[in-house]
């Protein structure tokens, strides 16, 4: 299994475009998040979804939109990027292990908004 | 709402000594919790966890005992190695608990 892989790596962005950060997992998870990490502020939650077809909002979503259309994928799209969302963006799936979920993140994306 | 609040880093310690960091949370019923581990460059790994009151999760020498009456989850490791440089972070989900509330992160630096 691959497990959770996200595309770009690195992307830069000038202001006001628009772009969108691939997440896929093969592990069948139904549960899907993605976070940003900000230097001093651990990982924010963005969007989450628990199904195909099933998303909602987490503590930051402002200027994000995500959609599900497969369990595998969950891409989340900048609409018109703004400095202030530069971070690194981290997609997770989970599973439910027993009684708690465990979570699997990607290895992340650094995006730079100038 | 549900909270994780760790100390500050940067820490440093030399190799063979001993790291604790600690965690302490809010919530309103009885979360899971759990440590993550980012090395450079890359993503989170979870590094242990605990479900339930006096559980104690344990991994790679690191452990951590759920305290529900002093709502802690600190993370110790009796003797470190430069390997175990990155950053820490403590988190707790709740409910459904497919979403985590995570703490600010610790950096840990071990010098040889």
């Known amino acids: 299994n691959a497990g959770v892989t996200q595309t770009p790596k690195f992307q830069v962005l000038k202001t006001g475009q628009s772009m969108t950060l691939q997440c896929a997992q093969d592990m069948n998870h139904e549960y899907m998040s993605w976070y940003r990490q900000d230097p001093g502020m651990g990982l924010r939650l963005i969007h989450y979804s628990v199904g195909a077809g099933i998303t909602d909002q987490g503590e930051v979503p402002n200027g994000y939109n995500v959609s599900r259309s497969t369990t595998e994928d969950f891409p989340l799209r900048l609409l018109s990027a703004a400095p202030s969302q530069t971070s690194v963006y981290f997609c997770?799936?989970?599973?439910?292990?027993?009684?708690?979920?465990?979570?699997?993140f990607g290895p992340g994306t650094r995006l730079t908004v100038t | 709402g549900d909270s994780v609040t760790q100390m500050e880093g940067p820490v440093t310690l030399s190799e063979e000594a001993f790291l604790t960091i600690n965690c302490t949370y809010t919530a309103t019923g009885y979360p899971s919790l759990f440590w993550y581990v980012q090395y450079p460059g890359e993503g989170l790994q979870l590094l242990l966890k605990a479900t339930k009151a006096d559980d104690k999760g344990s991994n790679k020498g690191f452990e951590a005992t759920y305290r529900k009456e002093t709502t802690s989850f600190h993370l110790e490791k009796g003797s470190v190695q430069v390997s175990d440089s990155a950053v820490y972070f403590c988190?707790?989900?709740?409910?459904?608990?497919?979403?985590?509330?995570f703490g600010k992160g610790t950096s840990l630096l071990v010098t040889p």
């Open positions: 997770a799936s989970s599973r439910l292990a027993r009684d708690h979920y465990e979570q699997y």
């Open positions: 988190a707790l989900s709740e409910g459904s608990g497919y979403a985590l509330n």
